[in-house]
Nanobody
Framework: QVQLAESGGGLVQAGDSLRLSCAAS????????IGWFRQAPGQEREFVAV????????DYADSVQGRFTISRDNAKNTVYLQINSLKFEDTAVYYC???????????????WGQGTQVTVSS
């Protein structure tokens, strides 16, 4: 079992950058694929990015491709989501999740964090 805790969110202006962190405790995060999802008010939780267990394979939603980068620091048991050129429509609660598969499907992730709020002002 693994516990996940997101941090790094905040109130920023359009065009700014943020780095979100997903810290794992319990079992090592490197044993799992880690995905990032986000949920805006009134909308369903949507896939953002995923990094496989080995760290050699990534996938991004079309809406964030080229602006978001997912990475892993196994020594710190932490996965990061670097967000550049933030847009108003990036406003959402961002969640990290751990699971056995490298997938965009949120139903296939076993463990979830509590989320961190990102608010982008225009």
């Amino acid at each position: 079992q693994v516990q996940l805790a997101e941090s790094g969110g905040g109130l920023v202006q359009a065009g700014d950058s943020l780095r979100l962190s997903c810290a794992a405790s319990g079992r090592t995060a490197s044993a799992y694929t880690i995905g990032w999802f986000r949920q805006a008010p009134g909308q369903e939780r949507e896939f953002v990015a995923v990094l496989n267990r080995g760290g050699g394979s990534t996938d991004y939603a079309d809406s964030v491709q080229g602006r978001f980068t997912i990475s892993r620091d196994n020594a710190k048991n932490t996965v990061y989501l670097q967000i550049n050129s933030l847009k108003f429509e990036d406003t959402a609660v961002y969640y990290c999740a751990a699971g056995p598969y490298t997938t965009r499907s949120k139903s296939l992730y076993t463990y979830w964090g509590q989320g961190t709020q990102v608010t982008v002002s225009s």
